[in-house]
């Protein structure tokens, strides 16, 4: 479920474009603080590095649906606080590189309602 997470939150952070190097950083810092894992063996950090590196050339459209892939596979995982705590993620990372683009804010609306049917 994390690593969807991971991939949604680089989706939106790249909707707007390229990612520079604080950017990842930021995008690395919100879903590392952000992401409620109450499971000690779950390293989120190297989660999110890890997406960082393997798919920076994936275009958000493959992120969404690598993600959404992920949490459906897993879904025996998914508990309900996860469903409002992940899309509060994603508005954060969207705020995060203001200003929100449209494209962005369609990823997350996008996600609420198929997170929901899940």
């Known amino acids: 479920m994390y690593y969807g997470l991971g991939l949604l939150a680089f989706a939106v952070a790249k909707a707007d474009g390229t990612i520079n190097s604080e950017e990842r950083n930021k995008?690395?810092?919100i879903v590392k603080k952000e992401a409620k894992c109450n499971h000690e063996e779950i390293d989120i950090s190297e989660i999110i590095f890890h997406v960082l590196?393997?798919?920076?050339s994936f275009?958000?459209?493959?992120?969404?649906?690598?993600?959404?892939?992920?949490m459906r596979t897993n879904s025996s995982?998914?508990?309900?606080d996860m469903?409002?705590?992940?899309?509060?993620?994603l508005e954060k990372v969207a705020r995060a590189f203001q200003p929100i683009?449209?494209?962005?804010?369609?990823?997350?609306l996008k996600f609420r309602e198929e997170i929901e049917q899940i």
């Open 27 to 29: 995008l690395h810092d």
């Open 53 to 56: 590196d393997k798919h920076d």
């Open 59 to 70: 275009s958000e459209e493959m992120l969404y649906e690598l993600a959404m892939k992920e």
């Open 101 to 108: 683009t449209p494209e962005e804010n369609s990823i997350i």
């Open 83 to 89: 469903r409002s705590d992940f899309a509060g993620v």
């Open 77 to 80: 995982y998914l508990e309900d």
